[in-house]
């Protein structure tokens, strides 16, 4: 557990039953076990970190076990979910989206591809465990040859491709060596309109090596889907479920790359950029982006668990120097 998670799991409601006897713990006391555990902590950190999470609501204060107004203050932690704890939630909600894009760097990862035209681009993938990484269908179905490295720059050859059986632009490619089991594992949730975000993704750069951009946006509205509005490699690859609008400088290559809300959840990934509403000829010059929800894809990825009939596997060529889709 990160600091912040340590400081609310020892105020909680679950330490105080099963740890300190139902007795309320000081600023003192929290001082004190993190002493215990090698973490020397400013008070002034602290009293940042306990006032945050007051403010939020997720700690109350309870009243005084000495006479110092400061150091004997007691606390309770309330609505503390283990799975937040563990995942380092409540720390990224403390230290910001910085603490969040450099937790999770070599978690998002360039996708190099060949065109059947025999052009080069780019596009996003991020890792959700050890052997699976999550992207958008277009940037790897159909095209000619595929390459994926690791954040050692080992090839990572993928053993099954699943890709929904309706027009979503998902697809989740297993890797069949570990590659990935030493990076940060993004988990996914569910977001709302109006949540701050980070994107993370490599747009193409003229001039430049893949770069990791990162930018903060809100996710502006849900959209639904008309036919001929928003489009990806002259292919619609939409269905008729609701979308995330975001305002974030999205490119083509940040498409397959990660949305992610002030917890550290993937609540989205981009798929596309929409059109401009008086030239459908010309990319919108808003700089909006459009994304398949944190549903959307927790939906996709029970449905491979199930091996039921919306999901089907790609069938792929694994050429030494990469792969590709048929």
Same mark, same amino acid.
């Given at each position: ?6 400081i609310l ?7 105080l ?5 139902n007795q309320?713990q000081s ?5 004190n076990y993190l002493?215990?555990?090698d973490i ?5 950190r602290?009293?940042?970190?306990i006032?945050?999470f007051?403010?939020?609501?997720f700690?109350?204060k ?6 110092d107004?400061i150091?004997?203050s007691?606390?309770l932690a309330?609505?503390i ?8 939630a409540?720390?990224f909600?403390?230290w910001g989206?910085v ?6 760097l ?7 591809v060949?065109k ?9 993938c991020?890792?959700? *465990?050890g052997h699976?990484?999550l992207t958008?269908?277009h ?7 595929i ?19 309706n ?8 890797i ?7 990076v940060?594992?993004?988990e ?8 701050e975000?980070?994107t993370?993704?490599y ?5 430049? *090596?893949?770069?990791?951009?990162s930018?903060l946006?809100?996710v502006n509205a849900?959209l639904?889907?008309?036919e001929g509005r928003?489009?990806?490699e *002259? ?7 609701n979308y995330?609008l975001i305002?974030?400088k999205v490119?083509g290559g940040?498409s397959g790359g ?8 993937v609540i989205?990934m ?5 059109? *401009?509403a008086?030239?459908?000829?010309r ?6 982006g459009?994304a398949?929800t ?6 996709f990825?029970?449905?491979i668990?199930?091996?039921?009939d919306?999901?089907?596997k790609?069938?792929f060529i ?5 792969f590709?889709?048929?």
């Open positions: 557990m990160g600091l912040v998670a340590q799991n020892f105020f909680s409601f679950y330490s039953s099963t740890v300190h006897n309320y600023l003192n006391d929290c001082i002493k215990g555990r020397d902590i400013q008070l002034r602290l009293i940042s970190i006032k945050k007051e403010h939020e609501g700690i109350l309870i009243g005084q076990k000495g006479t107004p150091y004997d007691t606390y309330q609505n979910y283990t799975r937040y704890l563990e995942y380092g409540y720390d909600y403390y989206f603490s969040i894009r450099n937790h999770f070599e978690s998002v990862i360039p996708i190099d060949e059947r035209n025999g052009s080069r681009d780019i596009g996003t991020f890792v959700i *465990d699976r990484l958008a269908r940037c790897i179905e159909g095209m000619n040859n390459q994926i490295f690791d954040p050692l720059n080992h090839l990572a050859t993928p053993s099954t491709i699943w890709v929904p059986s027009d979503m632009d998902i697809a989740l490619i297993e069949n060596n570990y590659n990935f089991s030493q940060p594992k993004f996914i949730e569910y977001g709302r309109v109006l949540d975000v980070l993370m993704g747009p193409p750069i003229p001039g430049f *090596d893949a770069i990791n951009v930018d946006a809100y849900t639904k889907v008309s928003i489009i990806a *002259d292919r619609v690859l939409f269905d008729r479920d995330f305002n974030a490119k940040n990660p949305i992610i809300n002030d917890l550290g959840y989205g981009i798929v596309n950029i929409p059109l *401009d008086e030239d459908q000829s990319i919108d010059h808003l700089a909006y459009v398949v944190g549903t959307q894809i927790n939906n990825l029970s449905n668990y199930r091996q039921n919306k999901v089907r790609l069938s694994n050429n030494k120097k990469g590709s889709t048929e």
